[in-house]
């Protein structure tokens, strides 16, 4: 099968590599969207590898021995390969699964565990079925599009009284902006970038410049002095964190979802701040609540996805990627019509 692979700084080529099988509860899932992430930071540090990306849709095509899925179900995939018996993962909290299986030396295979590719092989009970009337691609946006924000607005309880606020609109940022937007909460956002500042405003934030001297004036004058109740820091700009918190109503939510450096923020306790930290979503417990969230936001999610290549144009969507002018990006690895 062909699959992309890092080999040298600035450069991603297709690759053939061996296609995986079924063993067990480990099931093939061929690959129809595969969006993108943060895979382009890679190529641009030169982190070599044949093994790339996380996020993906498709349809079962080897179910092995399983009895939880069935040849042709379209699945969205769940990143990761936790254990799925120990205190995390029976909490639905798979994603801090401290025992990560090793599904290749299990089933003896040299290959398959990366998304930048037609086929991926995965555990039965980490693919989320897609319901008929939900297309592939919006399907898709349960990886990394909406779900980490997803979690946080499941954290903090977003709902229509509340006003969010979402440092950096990347496409994680972008999915925080359709969680609120979906959720009937009033939504702002920060970002530099106006190509990006533009999308926000398309998905229904208002957006400031969070470089601007007053920006503290202009977020609380947005709330009539009050603050927003609930924040999603999505850009690892250091300084963020601590900007959400000084423009924070008492007893508002702050979750963290960039991965990044330490996180210094004032003092919380006469904020009375909810603090959180957020990777990704629960779909053992949220499953219905992430599909019908995709339902309603299908037009915002359209929105947010700007860009679409085959596989094989790999290099030329992550040189879109490092532009910083795009939303959410997806691969298509399988020339199928019909998603
Ligand atoms: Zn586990
Ligand atoms: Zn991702």
Not at 78 to 97: K, N, V
Request: with cysteine; proline share 6%; net charge negative.
């Amino acid at each position: 099968m062909r699959a992309a692979a890092i080999t040298g700084k600035g450069a991603v080529e297709i690759v053939d590599r061996p296609q995986p099988h079924g063993l067990v509860d480990l099931v093939v899932v061929q690959i129809l969207v595969a969006p993108m992430c943060t895979e382009f930071k890679s190529r641009q540090a030169g982190d070599v590898s044949d093994s790339i990306g996380h996020e993906a849709a498709g349809v079962v095509v080897d179910a092995g021995s399983s009895t939880r899925v069935a040849v042709g179900d379209r699945v969205v995939v769940m990143p990761g390969y936790a254990c799925g018996t120990c205190r995390y993962c029976i909490a639905g909290e798979h994603i801090h699964c401290p025992f990560q299986r090793d599904v290749l030396a299990e089933s003896e295979q040299p290959y398959g565990t990366a998304t930048y590719a037609e086929y991926v092989l995965k555990p039965d009970w980490l693919l989320v079925p897609v319901p008929d009337d939900v297309s592939l691609v919006h399907a898709s946006a349960a990886c990394c599009l909406l779900g980490p924000s997803f979690n946080a607005s499941q954290r903090m309880n977003v709902a229509a009284s509340d006003t969010l606020l979402v440092a950096g609109c990347g496409p994680v940022g972008l999915g925080a902006i359709i969680n609120g937007v979906t959720r009937n909460a009033t939504v702002l956002a920060l970002e530099v970038n106006p190509w990006r500042a533009d999308l926000a405003r398309q998905l229904g934030a208002t957006v400031f410049d969070p470089t601007a001297p007053d920006i503290v004036d202009q977020v609380l004058d947005a709330t009539d002095g009050w603050g927003v109740t609930a924040s999603i820091e999505t850009s690892g700009v250091p300084s963020n964190p601590a900007l959400l918190a000084s423009v924070s109503a008492r007893r508002a939510g702050l979750s963290i979802v960039a991965w990044g450096l330490d996180i210094t923020l004032p003092p919380i306790v006469p904020l009375g701040l909810d603090v959180h930290g957020v990777w990704h979503w629960k779909h053992q417990t949220d499953g219905w609540r992430m599909i019908e969230t995709i339902r309603k936001a299908s037009g915002l999610i359209d929105t947010a996805i700007t860009h679409r290549f085959p596989l094989d144009r790999v290099s030329e969507a992550m040189d879109v990627q490092d532009s910083g002018r795009c939303g959410k990006v997806l691969l298509f690895p399988t020339e199928v019509q019909d998603l």
